[in-house]
């Protein structure tokens, strides 16, 4: 079983930067594959950023490339994601997940752990 916290969310300004993390309880988390999502009001679940397992290949969503930088710690059992430039769409309750073998990637259906989530409000 995996347990994923969420932290880091706040208001912040247009054109600010947060830093969120997601710490796993899990001994295997060197093996899963992570990602975040985020879900605004009113809106679905939407694929923000997702990294391998050793960190080596990650992949973003064409709205947040350039601005959104998802990373790990193995050693930390963490990902993070570091968000610039944030903009008001970037306003949602933001998650992470979990998955051993992910059938895509980019696909919220395939990841069977997720936190509780952490929000970002940006407005000025």
């Known amino acids: 079983q ?26 295997t988390f060197g093996s899963y594959v992570m990602a975040w ?18 960190g080596s290949y990650t992949y973003y969503a064409d709205s947040v ?9 193995n050693a930390k059992n963490t990902v993070y ?11 949602a309750l933001y998650y992470c997940a979990a998955s051993q073998s992910p059938y895509d990637m980019t696909s919220a259906t395939s990841y069977n752990y997720w936190g509780q989530g952490t929000q970002v409000t940006v407005s000025s």
């Open 37 to 54: 999502f985020r879900q605004a009001p009113e809106k679905e679940r939407e694929f923000v950023a997702t990294v391998s397992s050793s």
């Open 65 to 73: 490339k350039g601005r959104f930088t998802i990373s790990r710690d």
């Open 81 to 91: 994601l570091q968000i610039d430039t944030l903009k008001p769409e970037d306003t």
């Open 2 to 27: 995996v347990q994923l916290v969420e932290s880091g969310g706040g208001l912040v300004q247009p054109g600010g930067s947060l830093r969120l993390s997601c710490a796993s309880s899990g001994r």
